[in-house]
């Protein structure tokens, strides 16, 4: 079984520029998480879909970051402009069915530096 | 609001010895908890899940308790192995549904 796949693995931008990271949720999965990681903490949850539909982005800085999940399959993250502090890796995850106690699977990661 | 705190400090142990990690959290009593190995540049993996109404989990070398009185969990790795050297996360489910983790803590074993 393929696993969560993302892209790209890693990204350097300048400030005030703009990046988009990609990810592949496993066939079959209805909910796909985006966490951001900052180096030395654990991962923080910035929005969980439910196949198409928004389930949380309360911690989604939705000023700089957007995030769509068109078909309820593959999601791509946006973040523009780029702030230095957003140097992070972000992890694309899914599972089978949300919160309720089932695996979730991450991905390798995009790391993300900004000068 | 809900806190996680693992141990901060990396915990250096012996090859052949039992590590133990802990996760305390406050506030809400979450109705599961989950642990997770993570490797330098990897993405999280799962590895065990203990309910409230469960006191242990055991999984091969693994061992996890969920005191709920004491709200913590203890994270066991017997007979550990350079090879489990990994920064460990809990992760717990609170009251609005959402899954939070700790900052993970760094397990190093030597041989």
Known sequence: EAGVAQSPRYKIIEKRQSVAFWCNPISGHATLYWYQQILGQGPKLLIQFQNNGVVDDSQLPKDRFSAERLKGVDSTLKIQPAKLEDSAVYLCASSSQGNSGNTIYFGEGSWLTVV | ?111
């Open chain 2, 1 to 111: 609001s809900q806190k996680i705190e693992q141990n901060s400090e990396a915990l250096n142990i012996q090859e052949g010895k039992t590590a133990t990690l802990t996760c305390n959290y406050t506030n809400y009593s979450p109705a599961y908890l989950q642990w997770y190995r993570q490797d330098p540049g990897r993405g999280p993996v799962f590895l065990l899940l203990i309910r409230e109404n469960e006191k242990e989990k055991r999984k091969e070398r693994l061992k996890v308790t969920f005191d709920t009185t004491l709200k913590q969990s203890l994270f066991h790795i017997t007979a550990s192995q350079p090879a489990d050297s990994a920064t460990y996360l809990c992760a717990l489910l609170n009251q609005g549904g959402k899954l939070i983790f700790g900052q993970g803590t760094e397990l190093s074993v030597k041989p």
